[in-house]
């Protein structure tokens, strides 16, 4: 029987599935009382709980932050817009969602979205409001693409998303970052003030994402025992790298025949993917998000040579489940280097490390150990919880 029915994983989805409930989460754009005063508003591009990505997650462990505190809170978002690219979905609503914050009275504005500079322009000389504005990265993501797709991201960040993330960062009372890496990129790029600058790393829940026994785990997952699982999770594959990965695991498998390559990516990839007809390639969509964590303990590594990241919680989830990655530079905090990830600066170093880790046991659960040591004490994500809510907190007393 695999995981995916079995009474076992009810068992484990008692113990690691955390419920978020919020009385306020139909607190879209024109659902709230105008003339309350609320302690925060936080911006999100989409619905955070519906969307399930890692900047919606980010958005969610946000809020759990602030309510902890018994604050005031109010949930600006929008519903992602079907068929319509996000280039021009953003700039739909764009003004409609600043404008909505403007009428609401409150004493922070912790913003996950693009365009801050609206809210400052719309709200004018009577705002009294601290507004954080939040980066999960750089404009420089639209240079990850190819053909067409890269001529219309260009222009799209030339002319529109890099103006509007140098002013809003700049008019912004504070930066909050995800990474170290995102703070320099913005004093460089952006030429962002450093002590405008705070970093808040992205966290991992680490007693959901643990290390597990890897063959009990596979026999739950149905998985073979024989093979070196590698491991891909992203929804944007050309972004993160995927067709770099294929190629990373092809030559690989000229030095270790018995490799099975884990894509988990996004439906809309599926039967492109499946047209490739490779034996040796898994492909995995909408898999639930309480199964993750059993897909890192059942792989030997996880690879992501990507293109653009802030600080992506797929490293971090490989991380604090002993997964060891192989990694771009984009992909994670280049001072940790060696600590439970491997940064690849070109393709034969991918090939390498990835050799090594599977083929070199004690290194593998060195690299392992030190993974885990790492997302405990740097990507927890009670540490992330308590630096928003001390910088709340410091806020809330000096208004």
Same mark, same amino acid.
């Given at each position: 029987?695999?995981?995916?029915?079995?009474?076992?994983?009810?068992?484990?989805?008692?113990?690691?599935?955390?419920?978020?409930?919020?009385?306020?989460?139909?607190?879209?754009?024109?659902?709230?009382?105008?003339?309350?005063?609320?302690?925060?508003?936080?911006?999100?591009?989409?619905?955070?709980?519906?969307?399930?990505?890692?900047?919606?997650?980010?958005?969610?462990?946000?809020?759990?932050?602030?309510?902890?505190?018994?604050?005031?809170?109010?949930?600006?978002?929008?519903?992602?817009?079907?068929?319509?690219?996000?280039?021009?979905?953003?700039?739909?609503?764009?003004?409609?969602?600043?404008?909505?914050?403007?009428?609401?009275?409150?004493?922070?504005?912790?913003?996950?979205?693009?365009?801050?500079?609206?809210?400052?322009?719309?709200?004018?000389?009577?705002?009294?409001?601290?507004?954080?504005?939040?980066?999960?990265?750089?404009?420089?993501?639209?240079?990850?693409?190819?053909?067409?797709?890269?001529?219309?991201?260009?222009?799209?960040?030339?002319?529109?998303?890099?103006?509007?993330?140098?002013?809003?960062?700049?008019?912004?009372?504070?930066?909050?970052?995800?990474?170290?890496?995102?703070?320099?990129?913005?004093?460089?790029?952006?030429?962002?003030?450093?002590?405008?600058?705070?970093?808040?790393?992205?966290?991992?829940?680490?007693?959901?994402?643990?290390?597990?026994?890897?063959?009990?785990?596979?026999?739950?997952?149905?998985?073979?025992?024989?093979?070196?699982?590698?491991?891909?999770?992203?929804?944007?594959?050309? =972004?993160?790298?995927?067709? *770099?990965?294929? !190629? #990373?695991?092809?030559?690989? %498998?000229? $030095?270790?025949?018995? /490799? @099975?390559?884990?894509?988990?990516?996004?439906?809309?990839?599926?039967?492109?993917?499946?047209?490739?007809?490779?034996?040796?390639?898994?492909?995995?969509?909408?898999?639930?998000?309480?199964?993750?964590?059993?897909?890192?303990?059942?792989?030997?590594?996880?690879?992501?040579?990507?293109?653009?990241?802030?600080?992506?919680?797929?490293?971090?989830?490989?991380?604090?489940?002993?997964?060891?990655?192989?990694?771009?530079?984009?992909?994670?905090?280049?001072?940790?280097?060696?600590?439970?990830?491997?940064?690849?600066?070109?393709?034969?170093?991918?090939?390498?490390?990835?050799?090594?880790?599977?083929?070199?046991?004690?290194?593998?659960?060195?690299?392992?150990?030190?993974? =885990?040591?790492?997302?405990? *004490?740097?990507? !927890? #994500?009670?540490?992330?919880? %308590?630096? $928003?809510?001390?910088? /709340? @907190?410091?806020?809330?007393?000096?208004?």
């Amino acid at each position: 029987m695999s995981l995916f029915d079995s009474k076992k994983l009810f068992r484990e989805k008692l113990k690691l599935q955390s419920l978020f409930k919020r009385s306020c989460r139909g607190n879209q754009m024109g659902n709230c009382d105008e003339k309350s005063v609320y302690d925060i508003v936080i911006i999100s591009r989409y619905n955070p709980w519906k969307c399930g990505g890692g900047l919606e997650n980010v958005v969610k462990e946000q809020i759990k932050s602030v309510e902890s505190l018994g604050l005031k809170i109010h949930i600006l978002y929008r519903e992602r817009i079907q068929n319509v690219p996000t280039i021009f979905s953003d700039l739909i609503y764009a003004v409609l969602i600043y404008l909505k914050a403007t009428k609401i009275n409150c004493k922070i504005l912790l913003d996950n979205f693009g365009f801050t500079f609206l809210y400052k322009f719309l709200k004018g000389k009577s705002r009294n409001v601290v507004v954080i504005k939040v980066h999960h990265g750089t404009s420089n993501y639209l240079d990850s693409y190819s053909g067409i797709r890269l001529i219309f991201a260009k222009i799209y960040k030339l002319f529109i998303l890099k103006p509007v993330c140098i002013i809003s960062s700049r008019l912004a009372d504070i930066n909050i970052v995800v990474s170290c890496k995102v703070k320099q990129e913005l004093i460089n790029h952006y030429k962002v003030p450093p002590e405008k600058v705070i970093v808040i790393p992205n966290g991992v829940n680490v007693n959901m994402y643990r290390p597990r026994d890897k063959k009990y785990i596979r026999e739950l997952l149905g998985l073979p025992l024989d093979k070196k699982i590698v491991l891909f999770v992203g929804g944007d594959l050309e =972004r993160k790298g995927f067709w *770099l990965a294929l !190629n #990373i695991v092809k030559k690989v %498998k000229k $030095y270790i025949s018995n /490799i @099975l390559f884990v894509a988990i990516t996004s439906k809309k990839y599926k039967k492109r993917l499946e047209s490739l007809k490779i034996n040796w390639l898994k492909i995995l969509t909408e898999v639930p998000h309480n199964k993750m964590p059993y897909l890192y303990n059942a792989s030997d590594l996880l690879l992501l040579p990507s293109k653009y990241e802030g600080l992506p919680l797929t490293v971090l989830e490989a991380l604090a489940s002993g997964c060891p990655a192989v990694v771009s530079p984009n992909a994670a905090e280049g001072e940790y280097n060696g600590q439970g990830f491997l940064i690849a600066h070109n393709f034969e170093e991918y090939v390498k490390y990835c050799k090594k880790l599977l083929t070199d046991t004690e290194y593998w659960m060195e690299i392992s150990s030190k993974a =885990r040591d790492l997302a405990v *004490l740097r990507y !927890n #994500i009670q540490n992330q919880h %308590k630096l $928003y809510q001390e910088i /709340i @907190l410091k806020l809330l007393k000096l208004r």
